[in-house]
């Protein structure tokens, strides 16, 4: 498979989650670009913005193994995971399989359950294995998670833990639509009560798994020259040399960036890595991998025109 083949394939996508979703196109761009670089997206906006529907019909159009956990306080990591129940028939312990045990995972609202809940996750999400009772259990390669949350500002929600948060590839904050797409949002939504299935908007699967894996290992085959990589490196230090930061970006967050920035390239028909393409993924990758330091939250500096700031001065290759 060539970058013109995984181009066509997105486009694809794009046109069959489009039937249902309308604006957004941001956020099915950085889902795209976390699914060709195996990675993981958080999506974070108010109460119908459409987040749920969207993965949903992202995940219908892939035609993966769907599993959907919907988050709430008195959630514990056994939901989640599954657990070994004991059979007295044949009085042995048999694995019942939790939600996690998919391809693609909705965890819709995840900020609604406690860490010690969220903690279930971060294996699976790091290294696509569970571990229960001691025993270490495959997920499939292209398990992906979309997690969607509320703002921290809604009542609640339990603000995830920097680790949990430094799994995700990317946070994309969700706002309310356009005057003209709330228009047409209402035109074709407001005939019918409640949401409908990704089914009923004529959505159906279009990509294979072998299809899928193609594409991922032509994204990762795409080379980034020198001078790229040591931009994406200085890029990620300069976050923790900022005044304005008290923490910032980890290594991983460095390989993270490359990697989505190849399947950035990759969707735009390129079999090569240009410095844009960091800089458009950047905000993204940064925004929940930084710690504001206390003088700038003092003086209400947001964290998205801080992380502006460094990626204006920190030189691009030309």
Request: with cysteine; proline share 7%.
């Amino acid at each position: 498979m060539t970058v013109t083949d995984v181009k066509a394939l997105a486009d694809g996508i794009r046109t069959d989650v489009a039937k249902a979703i309308i604006g957004q196109d941001e956020a099915v761009e950085l889902m795209l670009t976390a699914l060709f670089s195996s990675g993981h997206i958080l999506l974070e906006g108010p109460p119908g913005t459409a987040k749920t529907l969207l993965a949903q019909c992202f995940a219908r159009v892939l035609g993966l193994d769907f599993g959907r956990i919907q988050f709430t306080p008195d959630l514990m990591p056994g939901d989640i995971l599954g657990s070994n129940l004991f059979n007295f028939q044949t009085s042995q312990f048999t694995l019942t399989r939790g939600p996690i045990f998919c391809e693609l995972l909705l965890s819709d609202e995840i900020n609604r359950t406690p860490p010690k809940t969220q903690a279930a996750l971060l294996e699976a999400m790091q290294e696509r294995s569970v571990t229960i009772d001691g025993e270490t259990h495959k997920l499939p390669d292209r398990f992906m998670v979309i997690a969607t949350q509320n703002p921290i500002e809604q009542q609640g929600v339990y603000p995830l833990p920097e680790a949990q948060l430094d799994r995700f590839l990317f946070k994309h904050l969700m706002g309310y639509p356009s005057l003209e797409e709330e228009k047409k949002i209402v035109a074709a939504h407001g005939a019918r009560f409640g949401a409908p299935s990704p089914q009923e908007w004529g959505i159906e699967p279009r990509v294979g798994a072998a299809q899928l894996a193609e594409a991922i290992a032509t994204v990762e085959a795409i080379p980034m020259v020198g001078d790229v990589v040591d931009y994406v490196v200085a890029l990620v230090r300069a976050t923790r040399q900022a005044a304005d930061l008290e923490g910032g970006a980890s290594p991983r967050a460095a390989a993270m960036l490359a990697g989505a920035a190849r399947a950035r390239a990759a969707l735009d028909g390129r079999d090569y890595v240009i410095p844009d393409d960091v800089k458009a993924l950047a905000p993204a990758v940064l925004r929940h991998r930084v710690i504001l330091s206390a003088a700038a939250e003092i003086e209400g500096r947001p964290v998205e025109d801080v992380i502006a700031r460094l990626i204006g001065e920190t030189e691009a290759p030309r």
